[in-house]
């Protein structure tokens, strides 16, 4: 029996996305935190150009003007009523319930209490958070950083809903203090994008937008991404590019519906009819196999062209691209049976790949987490730019890359400066408009501050929304490090895991939501395709003590450093923000004036706009990127960890996944059949997930083992219940994220 009182129900996979149960799922949800009111007014507004920005995903909106009224998808309607819900965690609530009582419920249960209304307090050794004042909880966290023998002994957390407003302030307030320890969620999720990408074609962020996909591309390859559940609004824009004849290659180890058909219920035939199939091509590779797929491709590309064929673009190669012959020899050298052992699939699978691509004219290429939470994760997004580079599938309509992120401004996050390793030249500009030596020493990213948390080198842990305790890998070593900090304080909308995994003393700091009007001042976000825009709350404050992320972090600001840089300004009104923005981060010239366009406007990416590439050779870097895969040794599996359909991120809005036929429960762990026989385990067994790492062994107990269509060997199940598995040692070369989507495993059977 689970949370709800209803007992766990298996189902056979769908085979579509969406539909009407999509419409009726995020009605229910609307109507049941939101009413019909708040509902009407919030979902009619929302992604509107007047309107607030969803908080969900970073899926883009269309240009001004081409906005449906319903501008939104199931997984954003559940965001929104889950943000806007009625209910309230009050200090009546935390009167009632002690910290501990509250750390044995579950992630969804926490949430779905509502809205937190006041600040909160845990003073050393209570058992229970109180009330405390605004002015007496800046006066608490200010004093404790300003006599820190050493402002690296803070770490200062972000969590990808952030505004820009709020991420500028707070990288802020973090440099004038002296730190650079900022992670931030795309340490985990999209970071080795962005050190591929980089390194490649000089920029760490994808190149098209959304009309390279729905308008121009003829080949789309989705790898590693499950759009369905994580960036609906897509499934349009995929329907759209196959209604004008494009054709899908889809490309994941999980069969997952939002990748074979779309029934669009804004649309009669997604109503009553079968709606449009989307995937031509559907590779079941195996987990961790998307390296050699791509190299296998390239090779095969290669070949062909060598054989007379002329299907590499020659001219692009010569005029923008570096490093093409050293890659070629690589390619060369391949074997392809062990290219068929790597990936999971046979040659004449990559060749029918391989008939696609050179029937195409413009390729974009749209990823996630299935290609960046692996150890070769940098290598495999390096070899996908080396397959675009080879037709020259940049910087013309409809082709490039598009990593699709994950939360709705973590890419705005990282161009306001929230990251530990910001380039000279923003820091010399931070200096320039601040007047203050910003600190120039790299600092922590996730991965390593909980490393020095755990070390016990942290004194200060400040979190900027988000839930770090339950985002993080390795969930016992994230605790340890949390509870050995003198101080945890979350800037949070709801109760959640990291309140209570916490500090010596810790305080709860409610925020207002991108639903609700801030009086300082809307705030703008930026899109996975770059676009900048405004985003404008409409409901009045749930509660008069909650307050704007921006003013939050500048009242803190000006607790700690008085009125030295104008933080009291900053927190009255955003558009001063903004205009230090404008004066620091390159591309946001006239900022005030630009976002206050309808749809806002596009930030440069030059490798789309006029063909430069900002590498050190300044050229599109093919690389030579050896084949590897992680191999789960016998009598094990290898698992990923994912969302069900009912998650966005860390936040569980509910205990089904429809899609994937899982209903009323989520400690599941999904099992090739050929899996089972060889293993000794049949469906509805009940076992312990136990990784395997040189560190030692680590446990989740209690799963109900589902017979799935999984490639054999890989396994999967849901974060953050399987986080505690993936050992904080297991990162990604280079971009140091940890590799939830390889996690060596045994199952073991309930004593
Ligand atoms: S696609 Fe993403 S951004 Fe758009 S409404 Fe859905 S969840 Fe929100």
Redesign the pocket.
């Known amino acids: 029996m689970t949370a709800e009182g209803k007992k766990l129900r298996i189902e056979e996979p769908e085979d579509y996305a969406v539909g009407v149960p999509g419409v009726a799922v995020a009605m229910r949800y609307a109507m049941a935190e939101m009413g019909p009111v708040r509902s009407a007014r919030t979902l009619l507004t929302?992604?509107q150009t007047t309107g607030f920005?969803?908080?969900?995903?970073?899926?883009?909106?269309p240009a001004a003007g081409h906005r449906k009224m319903a501008?939104?998808?199931?997984?954003?309607?559940?965001?929104?009523a889950w943000e806007a819900t009625r209910k309230r965690v009050d200090r009546a609530f935390f009167a009632k319930h002690s910290v501990e009582e509250l750390n044995q419920q579950s992630d969804y249960w926490l949430e779905s209490n509502g809205r937190l209304t006041e600040p909160m307090y845990l003073a050393p050794g209570a058992t229970h958070y109180a009330p405390i004042s605004w002015d007496e909880a800046y006066k608490k966290i200010a004093s404790k950083l300003t006599s820190l023998s050493d402002p690296d002994r803070a770490v200062f957390y972000t969590s990808g809903r952030a505004s820009n407003e709020a991420a500028f302030a707070y990288q802020l307030l973090a440099r004038r203090l002296g730190t650079n320890n900022m992670p931030d969620c795309s340490n985990m999720c999209h970071e080795s994008s962005g050190a591929a990408l980089t390194e490649t074609i000089g920029i760490g962020k994808g190149t098209v937008t959304l009309e390279d996909i729905s308008d121009h591309a003829d080949l789309i390859v989705i790898v590693g991404q499950n759009p369905g559940t994580?960036?609906?609004?897509?499934l349009s824009g995929l329907e759209e590019a196959k209604q004008r004849g494009a054709k899908i290659v889809a490309v994941n180890p999980l069969p997952e519906a939002g990748l074979m058909r779309f029934k669009n219920p804004q649309k009669p035939k997604g109503v009553v009819g079968g709606g449009t199939k989307l995937a031509d091509r559907f590779l079941q590779v195996r987990l961790n196999g998307d390296l050699a797929l791509f190299a296998g491709v390239n090779k095969e590309l290669l070949e062909r062209e060598e054989n007379g064929q002329s299907v590499l673009d020659k001219g692009f190669i010569e005029e923008f691209s570096a490093g093409f012959d050293e890659a070629a020899a690589a390619w060369r050298a391949l074997d392809w049976a062990e290219i068929e052992t790597h990936s999971g699939l046979s040659r004449a699978e990559i060749a029918a790949f391989a008939d696609d691509v050179v029937a195409s004219k413009a390729v974009t290429v749209c990823w996630a987490m299935g290609l960046t939470q692996h150890k070769n994760a940098v290598p495999t997004i390096r070899e996908v730019m080396n397959f675009l580079l080879l037709r020259g599938n940049i910087g013309r309509p409809g082709a490039g890359p598009c990593p699709v992120r994950g939360h709705?401004n973590v890419q705005g996050d990282r161009t306001m400066g929230i990251w530990e390793k910001m380039p000279e030249e923003f820091l010399d500009a931070l200096h320039k408009e601040f007047s203050f030596a910003p600190p120039r020493e790299h600092g922590w990213d996730a991965v390593n501050s909980i490393r020095a948390m755990r070390e016990g080198k942290v004194d200060v842990f400040l979190g900027l929304g988000g839930n770090f305790a339950s985002a993080t890998p390795d969930t016992g070593a994230t605790w340890d490090g949390l509870r050995k900090c003198e101080l945890t304080a979350h800037i949070s909308t709801k109760l959640n895991r990291s309140h209570l995994v916490h500090g010596t003393e810790a305080l709860i700091l409610p925020c207002l939501g991108r639903t609700e009007r801030d009086p300082n001042g809307f705030v703008t976000v930026e899109?996975s395709m770059s676009v900048v825009h405004g985003s404008h709350g409409k409901l009045a404050p749930g509660s008069p003590h909650q307050r704007g992320e921006t003013d939050i972090i500048c009242r803190l600001g000006l607790a700690m450093f008085g009125e030295d840089i104008g933080w009291g300004e900053m927190a009255a009104d955003y558009s001063v923000v903004r205009d230090h923005i404008a004066a620091v981060v390159p591309g946001f010239s006239d900022f005030n004036a630009r976002v206050a366009e309808p749809g806002g406007f596009t930030l440069p990416r030059p490798p789309h706009d006029t063909r430069e590439f900002a590498t050190a050779s300044k050229r599109a870097n093919f690389s030579i990127n050896p084949v590897t895969s992680v191999v789960a040794p016998e009598g094990h599996l290898l698992l990923q960890t994912l969302r069900s359909h009912d998650q966005?991120n860390t936040t569980v809005y509910g205990l089904n996944d429809r899609y994937r036929g899982v209903h009323h429960g989520r400690r599941v762990v999904l099992v090739s059949e050929a899996d089972l026989s060889s293993l000794g385990f049949a469906d509805g067994d009940i076992v312990d997930l136990v990784s395997v790492w040189a560190d030692g062994e680590r446990r989740a107990p209690e799963f109900r083992i589902v017979k799935y269509p999984t490639p054999p060997g890989s396994a999967a199940a849901y974060f953050p219940e399987a986080n505690v598995l993936v050992p904080l040692d297991s990162v990604a070369d280079v971009s140091n994220t940890p590799a939830s989507k390889s996690v060596v495993i045994r199952l073991e059977r309930q004593k």
Not at 53 to 61: F, H
Not at 230 to 234: A, D, L, S, T, V
């Open positions: 929302l992604n920005d969803c908080p969900s995903c970073a899926w883009g909106d501008e939104f998808c199931e997984n954003g309607a559940k965001a929104v994580n960036h609906p609004r897509m709705s899109d966005f």
